[in-house]
Each structure stands twice: as C-alpha cells, then as structure tokens.
T-cell receptor, first 111, second 114 residues
C-alpha cells in the first residue's frame, strides 16, 4: 500500500532559526496537504499542493511539491515560539481515494 | 459555522467496560473518518465512511472495535470490552466536496482505560 514518510521526526531549534520538514511518498501523488497540530490540539489544515513543482507561501511558511509529485517540503523562515507543534503531510495517491498521513515532524522552539 | 463536534472530550474508565465515542460531522460533508493517535503509533486511520456507508475498515484494530454511521449527522466508535492499550486520543474528521478538499478534525476524545 501507499506509504508516506516524513523526516525528521523531531526538530529542536532556537527562535529565529529556520526549519524544514520533508515528506516522501512511495507512489506518485495527485495532491498533498499539510496540517499543523498544536500541543494538545487537533490537526488543522494549512495548505494543499496539486501541480508538479508547485510552490506556495504563507507568510514565513513555504511549501513545495516535487517535480515528480512524490515528495514535498515545508520550510519555516525565522521560527517563532508560535510555530511549535507537529506538522503532518497527507498525500493522496493517483490511484487511491483517501489520503495517507505521514508520521509528522514535531517542532520545538527555544526562545 | 460549527466544526466537527466530538463527545466526550475526556473519558476515563476501567478495563472491560464499553466505551462509546460520538461524532457530528460538519453539515453537508459526505466523508467521515475515525483516527487514533498515540505517541508510539502516531495518527492511524481506523475507518472511513462515504455517504454513511463504511468504505474501508482495514485500520480497525480488532473485533472489539466497531463503528456506525446511522445518518449523515452522527457517527459512533465503540470499544467493547476496552483494554488499557486502547488509551489514546481519538479524532473524527470530515470532508465535503470530494477528496481534494481538506479534512476538518474535531477536538478529539482523550480516552484513558485503567
């Protein structure tokens, strides 16, 4: 079945440093979604990427979809304490209905 | 707009007891998902429904778990009998308008089996 791998599992940064999490799929994806889960909270949708090579930005967050549509990344510039949480990617294979969530990357930010 | 509503928010019970978790999806959404989240296993999809019909229950751990969706606005996840290893946060999520739409998660039920 489809597998979605995320790395790293954990990332500890000093406030102001950059952060990147990577998502890799075993199959070609029709789309990929990114979610953020604050500690004690629930996953909240951030963005969806659909096109090969697509890049989208939300303030300090930059999302990329690979040319082969099998990988994606989320980059945060100059992290803040409000960025703390677990970031999940969820990829939907071209031949499957439901999306598969990665294991998430948990970000901690030291002030 | 009301989001996905789950109840109870917290449940503490002794092993062997029956546990029922409830979910009300966003009105008009036609997909409903049940997830379980633990530190060890991450976010696991247990089962999902489309138009109230169970489509994929391959993630349901064992026969002690069952899920129903009697109508478009209500679903239950039942564990009978419960065991300590069932302790986790259980999330319900819904989608409306097709697979390309984002999943909307409820606040979850934090379940502790003693």
């Amino acid at each position: 079945g489809q597998q979605v791998m995320q790395i790293p599992q954990y990332q500890h940064v000093q406030e102001g440093e950059d952060f990147t999490t990577y998502c890799n799929s075993s199959t070609t994806l029709s789309n990929i979604q990114w979610y953020k889960q604050r500690p004690g909270g629930h996953p909240v949708f951030l963005i969806q990427l659909v096109k090969s090579g697509e890049v989208k930005k939300q303030k300090r967050l930059t999302f990329q979809f690979g040319e082969a549509k099998k990988n994606s990344s989320l980059h945060i510039t100059a992290t803040q304490t409000t960025d703390v949480g677990t970031y999940f990617c969820a990829g939907r294979s071209t031949n499957a209905g439901k999306s598969t969530f990665g294991d998430g990357t948990t970000l901690t930010v030291k002030p | 707009d009301a989001g996905v509503i789950q109840s109870p928010r917290h449940e503490v019970t002794e092993m062997g007891q029956e546990v029922t978790l409830r979910c009300k999806p966003i009105s008009g959404h036609d997909y409903l998902f049940w997830y379980r989240q633990t530190m060890m296993r991450g976010l696991e999809l247990l089962i999902y429904f489309n138009n109230n019909v169970p489509i994929d229950d391959s993630g349901m751990p064992e026969d002690r778990f069952s899920a129903k969706m009697p109508n478009a606005s209500f679903s239950t996840l039942k564990i009978q009998p419960s065991e300590p290893r069932d302790s986790a946060v259980y999330f319900c999520a819904s989608i409306g308008g097709g697979w390309h739409q984002p999943q909307h998660f409820g606040d979850g039920t934090r379940l502790s089996i003693l």
